[in-house]
């Protein structure tokens, strides 16, 4: 099993920036991909990123230049950099892991989830 925990959310003007972090913990996510999804209110679950063990990360084209996806196998970490934050980022952003690609049914590990607001 693993476990996941966000954390970084929060409440932010538009044009700010936030910094979400995603802890694994449990077995050994090597050679497993981890990913970023978000859910904005009354949205269907949307791809924003995944992360390779090897360091390779893919970005969600329509975020690209303003988030970025890293991954830290020595610490188990994945975080997200969202900078130029916007009022359509407003979600519940998701790290996951386990899966493949951007289709979010193919992940059977999840976090709970961490609230991002973006309003004046």
């Known amino acids: 099993q693993v476990q996941l925990v966000e954390s970084g959310g929060g409440l932010v003007q538009p044009g700010g920036s936030l910094r979400l972090s995603c802890v694994a913990s449990?077995?050994?996510?090597?050679?497993?991909?981890m990913a970023w999804f978000r859910q904005g209110p009354g949205k269907e679950r949307e791809f924003v990123a995944t992360?390779?063990?090897?360091?390779?990360?893919s970005v969600r084209d329509s975020l690209k230049g303003r988030f970025t996806a890293s991954r830290h196998n020595a610490n188990n970490t994945a975080t997200l950099q969202i900078n130029n934050l916007k009022p359509e980022d407003t979600a519940v952003y998701y790290c996951?892991?386990?899966?493949?690609?951007?289709?979010?049914?193919?992940?059977?590990?999840w976090g709970q989830g961490t609230q991002v607001t973006v309003s004046s």
């Open positions: 992360l390779h063990w090897t360091g390779g990360s």
């Open positions: 449990g077995r050994t996510l090597r050679n497993n991909i």
């Open positions: 996951a892991a386990g899966g493949a690609g951007y289709n979010w049914r193919s992940y059977p590990y």
